[in-house]
């Protein structure tokens, strides 16, 4: 099966600088790529997709980027800012199963 | 527009006890699967049910069923309880036929196995 790996796992910046969470995944088949954003306590939204016929895809200050032959992906935050904080998962998805990383745990100092 | 809502939010459960938990998908999707998320840890496939049947299934023992009904909201069942298997444990949903797709994810069930 798929096996996605995320790094870092934890990550602090300064509110006002970039950060970046890249992901990895081993099934070339795998075609469908979305970043979910979990807070404490609540339930994981997802705040960009991209898909495999893809190779960058931006939303405002959040931007996703694809590199299919590597089969990896990563996520671009710019300008962070305090409600930045929070954990954000990447995933990898073929036919309607998503398998997702452990996790990156995103701390913006004000 | 109703979202993806779980029962119960939060449960406690002893070593070798049955437990069901309930999800009713977003209006408009017809799919629902089920995650488990250890924690700190990113959710793992348990399955996925669409047309009442089960589609897909990750790597979880027999111990962990479930069904749908025609109303497309869904249940997951586990069996013999065991320590591990206390988890938040989340439902999400999707429309099948519109291909790769996001889950939209309820605020899942706090399971504590003691």
């Known amino acids: 099966g798929e096996n996605v790996e995320q790094h870092p796992s934890t990550l602090s910046v300064q509110e006002g600088d970039s950060a970046v969470i890249k992901c990895t995944y081993s099934d070339s088949a795998s075609n469908y790529f979305p970043w979910y954003k979990q807070e404490l306590g609540k339930r994981p939204q997802l705040i960009i997709d991209?898909?495999?016929?893809?190779g960058e895809k931006k939303d405002q200050r959040i931007a996703v980027t694809l590199n299919k032959t590597a089969k990896h992906f990563s996520l671009h935050i710019t300008e962070t800012q305090p409600e930045d904080s929070a954990v954000y998962f990447c995933?990898?998805?073929?036919?309607?199963?998503?398998?997702f990383g452990t996790g990156t745990s995103l701390t913006v100092i004000p | 527009d109703a979202g993806v809502t779980q029962s119960p939010t939060h449960l406690i459960k002893t070593r070798g006890q049955q437990v069901t938990l309930r999800c009713s998908p977003k209006s408009g999707h017809d799919t629902v699967s089920w995650y488990q998320q250890a924690l700190g840890q990113g959710p793992q496939f348990i399955f996925q049910y669409y047309e009442e049947e089960e589609r897909q299934r990750g790597n979880f023992p027999d111990r962990f069923s479930g069904h749908q009904f025609p109303n497309y909201s869904s249940e997951l069942n586990v069996n013999a309880l065991l320590l591990g298997d206390s988890a938040l444990y989340l439902c999400a949903s999707s429309s099948w036929g519109a291909g790769n797709q996001p889950q939209h994810f309820g605020d899942g069930t706090r399971l504590s196995i003691l």
């Open positions: 995933a990898a998805s073929r036919r309607n199963q998503f398998y």
């Open positions: 991209i898909r495999s016929n893809v």
